[in-house]
């Protein structure tokens, strides 16, 4: 199982939890596993293609997933995947 790191403004949707551990052989069935837990968390995550939205970037052992494999990044056992939300501000 991978550990997924929640941010803050969707632990609403995970009980509060800021982590959560997740089984997925690719960076892409963990998201799926991890919706199937926590529903609702998967539309804020994946865009209506099934591709990571703009504004969310993802990271699989502190490597940006754009820069590997993307969503059929492998994964293994007590790998961590953060999800970190884009902030904007003025």
Known sequence: ?????IPAPFRSLTQ??????TAGMTVGEVLENLEKRFPGIGARLLDDKGAV????????NDEDIRFLQQLATPVTEGDRI?????????
Not at 1 to 5: F, I, Q, T, Y
Not at 16 to 21: F, M, V
Not at 53 to 60: A, C, K, L
Request: glycine share 8%; net charge positive; aromatic share 8%.
């Open 53 to 60: 939205r703009r504004y969310i970037n993802i990271f699989h």
């Open 16 to 21: 509060q939890q800021s982590e959560a551990s």
């Open 1 to 5: 199982m991978a550990l997924v790191r």
């Open 82 to 90: 953060t999800i970190v939300p884009a902030m904007a501000g003025g």
